[in-house]
Structure formats: C-alpha cells, structure tokens
C-alpha cells in the first residue's frame, strides 16, 4: 500500500496511526494473501488497510470484546470489506481451530501480553503449527518499564507471571486495576523459540497510545514497548 492510499483509509476513519502499527503493516508482504489477527485493531483500522491492499488477501480477525466486534464489523461492512475481512467473537485460550501450514502472516500487535505464561505457551505453539513454513508474526507486547515496582498497588504473581497495576486519578486517587504479562525482550524472544519459531531483530521503543475507541484522544503517558518478527523455519 504506498503512503497515499493509507492516508486514504486513515483519514476516511477520522483515526491517527500509531508507530507499532505501521511497522506491523510495512512488513506485511504483497504474497501474504492468508492474515490472522487476534485482537482485532480498533474499528479494524489495521484489517481494512491490510484487506485494501489485496483484493484477493483474506484477513481472519478475532476479539472477545463483543462490542468492539460489533463496531468493528458494521465499519468493515460500511466499506464493503465483509467479504475479505472475517471477524470473529474468540477467544485465544478455547480450542485452537485452524489447520496446520495455514497462515502467512500473524499480525499479533498488543494482544499477547493479556495472557498468562501457561496460556501464552500453548497459544504460540498453536500459532507456530498454524503458520506455513517461512510464514511470519508480528508481535508488540508492553515492557516491563511500564511497571513501576515500588508502587504499593503493584502485585506480581509468579505462577502465572501477570502483573496487577493501578490506574490513579490526577489527584493519585486510584481509579482501577488491570492485569498484564509484562514482558522483557527475552522473555517474548524465549517464548517465540521454545514454539519454534525464529526471532529476528528486537526492537524497544516508547509508544503513545490512544485513550479512546476511535483513537483521536491520544493517552498523556508513553508506554514502553517490545517488537519482534519471528519466522516459521
Ligand atoms: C489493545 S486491543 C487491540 C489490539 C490490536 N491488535 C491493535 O493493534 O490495535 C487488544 C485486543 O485483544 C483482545 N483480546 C484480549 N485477550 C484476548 C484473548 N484471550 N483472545 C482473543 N482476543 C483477546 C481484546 O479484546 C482487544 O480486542
């Protein structure tokens, strides 16, 4: 896709690129005609562009946030991409449905560090099988920098390697928690290999991420992140 037609879809969303994201699209390969994506992006911004660069690529993208499926489904439909986009309600930790020698591409930006070790374990091995030799993932997962561990609302836990973070109002009220497995370089590089997989360079930057659904707020903080491509031998 040259520059001109991602600005198109882009525009024509009314959404903002993000760094990870465009890096995720650059790699994607003019051959590459079978995509997986779980973790559908945002309104399928990444689907759409990856789905208009191809009239013949299929892209297969899953969620289990029923409605940011449903929002994502009727902008795919809206551009008449229903057909080359398929999006489903799944989740990564259910049985593993696609056969093996499948994929060219795996398009796994910001999804894996929801799961826990054991989860993540059996997930990129499904991926590994799934992939067609020589086929590749893109993965971006959070770094452990974001993690601040002298923060009393921090807990980790070892069995399953997620963190427990707060979320804290401008007043230091805290608002929530989430969970995440946060990563270091090698530990996602370790987990890609004991799949089978080989892992080329790795990349950590600081990414600012958007706050809202249709990303046009973007959050005030940077997150750290880890990039990678790994490849089906
Ligand atoms: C940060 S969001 C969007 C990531 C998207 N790939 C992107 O680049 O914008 C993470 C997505 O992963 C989904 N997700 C989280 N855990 C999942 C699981 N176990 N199986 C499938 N999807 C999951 C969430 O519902 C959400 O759609």
Known sequence: MDTSDADRTLAELGAKPSPSEEHGLSLVRDEDRLIFSPGISTAGFAEIRMARQRLDRKVIATTID???LAF???IITSLGLQHQVETKSEDLRGEWKYPANYFDFI????VLHYLPVQDLEVVLKNFAKSLKPGGRIFVVVRSVKNVNPNDPHVRFDPHTKLTTY???DTN???ISTNVRYFHTPESIKTHLETAGLNVGDIQEYQEQ???DFMRKDMSPHTDHVIELVATKP
Do not use: C, D, M, Q
């Not at 398009?107 to 910001?110: G, H, Q, S, T």
């Open 209 to 211: 991420l958007y706050r």
């Open 72 to 74: 994502a489904r009727e």
């Open 66 to 68: 029923e409605k940011g």
């Open 172 to 174: 230091g009220g805290l």
């Open 107 to 110: 398009y796994a930006r910001l």
């Open 166 to 168: 707060p979320h804290y």
